[in-house]
């Protein structure tokens, strides 16, 4: 299974239940392709991470569930996957997280996703901050999974467009009962 959505939208909270609920491997896409100091692997670097983690799931919890967005391994992820759970959620409730949960780090002092702490000025910075990010992508990639949706990679899976937050909870009990 397959959890996509915009940041801020629940993609890992969400497939982290869903794969503790179901008893499966629970694959952090972000984690895998997040290097140190906010740089990103290669594409061939993170493609080969992702197929070594899902083998690995495979074969030790007989299944998994990913949680990320990053479309240049959506034929090792979507492809194979039983159902894509698509966290569309409005815009105003991404940002309102992504900024609770920046400054949640901050005051916990945790890292991010790359391990780097976390910083006030990288969460707001208006090109490369976490917020900024949030708001520039969440209309795209709306548009790019609309477009999935007519092709032969999602044609043959499951798509379920969760709009709603409440809506997370009703999935996750007709998907794990």
Known sequence: ???????????????RRLADRLGVACVEL???????????????????????ALAAAE???????TAGNHLMVA???HGPADAI???DVPRRRTMVRVLWSGLGRIARRTTSADGTPERLRTL????????AGAWRTHR??????????????????RVIRVTRPIDVDLLADELCD
């Open 59 to 65: 074969d030790r919890y007989d299944g998994w569930v």
């Open 124 to 131: 707001v910075h208006p090109r490369r901050g976490s917020v």
């Open 30 to 52: 972000d984690a895998l392709f997040r290097q140190p100091e906010r740089s990103s692997a290669s594409t061939l670097a993170f493609r080969r991470a992702v197929s070594a």
């Open 75 to 77: 034929d090792l992820v």
């Open 85 to 87: 759970v698509w966290l």
């Open 140 to 157: 795209g990639l709306r548009r790019r999974y609309e477009e999935l949706a007519d092709t032969p990679l999602w044609s043959s899976t």
């Open 1 to 15: 299974m397959a959890v996509i959505g915009p940041l801020g939208s629940g993609t890992t909270s969400t497939a």
